[in-house]
């Protein structure tokens, strides 16, 4: 059975910076891209950043580009997302998803995890 | 960056009611485009992609068509169970959503 486990969300005051886990179980983690999308309470989906199998592609949205970064470990089979300079509206549900693809795109989000809650306020 | 639109951004619809959705894309983005469903609380699930490709394990009573700009997401016969917010998402570069749908039962 697949199992997408996210961790590491919380609370933050703005400015700081908070880095999220994604543990992976239950397939070939490198046969897969790896994503994260987030979704702000009450509010609708919004890609953020992927990642392809081997790393070597990698693609993220302009709203957090040049603050947060992506990365994956293969042989420990998890997915990061490093989150710098936060600010009041990256609050949301941060997801881990895969994508029934190698390469970043096409981008299919065939599992997710339950979320990890990032809260941004002072 | 490809904007999505999506309408209506939510519907009422009755048990056993056809229920159309419309995506729209700002420019041609061939058939990449997928549709999700989901329930409060829950992570979305994948049900249509590349357009009109059922997802395994997804009832029949939900369809995709379209290519280009124009998309349309379809309940052939509403059940309750269908209660949900719906995205589509394309993936022709970096991927994105369109803002929901909200479907509810009248």
């Known amino acids: ?122 | 960056d490809i904007q999505m639109t999506q309408s209506p951004s939510s519907l009422s619809a009755s048990v056993g009611d056809r229920v159309t959705i419309t995506c729209q894309a700002s420019q041609d983005i061939s058939n990449y485009l997928n549709w999700y469903q989901q329930k409060p609380g829950k992570a979305p699930k994948l049900l249509i992609y590349d357009a009109s490709n059922l997802e395994t394990g997804v009832p029949s009573r939900f369809s995709g068509s379209g290519s280009g700009t124009d998309f349309t997401f379809t309940i052939s016969s509403l059940q309750p169970e269908d209660i949900a917010t719906y995205y589509c998402q394309q993936y022709d570069n970096l991927p994105g959503f369109g803002p929901g749908t909200k479907v509810d039962i009248k």
């Not at chain 1, 891209?33 to 790393?55: C, D, F, T, Y």
């Not at chain 1, 302009?62 to 990061?80: C, E, H, M, P, Q």
């Open chain 1, 1 to 122: 059975e697949v199992q997408l486990v996210e961790s590491g969300g919380g609370l933050v005051q703005p400015g700081r910076s908070l880095r999220l886990s994604c543990a992976a179980s239950g397939f070939t983690f490198d046969d897969y891209a790896m994503h994260w999308v987030r979704q702000a309470p009450g509010k609708g989906l919004e890609w953020v950043s992927g990642i392809s199998w081997n790393s070597g592609s990698i693609g993220y949205a302009d709203s957090v580009k040049g603050r947060f970064t992506i990365s994956r470990d293969n042989a420990k089979n998890s997915l990061y997302l490093q989150m710098n300079s936060l600010r009041a509206e990256d609050t949301a549900l941060y997801y881990c998803a895969t994508s029934k693809t190698v390469v970043l795109t096409p981008a299919y989000f065939d599992y997710w995890g339950q979320g990890t809650l990032v809260t941004v306020s002072s």
